[in-house]
């Protein structure tokens, strides 16, 4: 889009925004770059383990024509690798059960991350003997909106309410934390006000700003359109 903005953590503005205003506006073209100069992909093939031979990892075992949704696939399928194997399955986020052996509180959030994201394939790297760090660390978005279960308005809202306004402890009236600071300090204070819930009313961080119109980033101008939501 026609402006940089300033996201939590950064010293001045320095984001881009893609026209789709998601990351499919980067990862789409270069999926595309890749297949006009022959990279072959293959959906809906479910890597379950890693085939060794002699302490070497030589290839993977698929599930082929895989069902995300009912776990179903049309058969197994060995792939040999002539070169090496690089695995880049991503995050685990919606693997709750893999959360809890590092961050059990962190288990009872909900995530942003697409359905498959779990852990099998971390799983059978350890299994083969990779030695992997810092499994505790994960990236909170400290800006969803509880009612919107994932990405949704509500989080342009804050993104531009951080910068613009501020956030509040509804139980004190007051500020809690710096609308600025990097992602992890701000999902760990909201964290803490979170835990002053009691039951069947949980203590949900407010943020706000003024409207004024005209000061509203360029590439916030259609969320702008929607109606604001209460971002609990
Ligand atoms: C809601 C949201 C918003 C974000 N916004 C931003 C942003 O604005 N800017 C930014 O820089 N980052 C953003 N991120 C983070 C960014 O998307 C991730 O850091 C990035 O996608 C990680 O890339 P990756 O290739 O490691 O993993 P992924 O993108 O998760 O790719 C892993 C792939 O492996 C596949 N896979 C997993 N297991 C198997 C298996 N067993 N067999 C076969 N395939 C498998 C998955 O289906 C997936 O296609 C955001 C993330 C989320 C969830």
Redesign the pocket.
Known sequence: MDKVIRLGGHSAPRTMVPKAAS?GGIVVPIHNWLKKNGVQFRNR???IDLLMQDGKVTGVLINCDYNWKDGTSKKEQRIGSRGGVVV????WGQDKDFIKTTMPVYSLLEC??QP??TA??LKALLKSGCLPSMLDMYQLGPWASPDEKG?GPGSFFADYAFAEGMAVNPKTGRRFMNELADRRTRADAELNVLSESIPDKINYPDVFCGEKRGRLPSCLSRQNRLPLRNTG
């Open positions: 990351g093939s479910q890597v880049a399955t991503g995050g942003t991350s498959g994201a099998e394939m990405a």
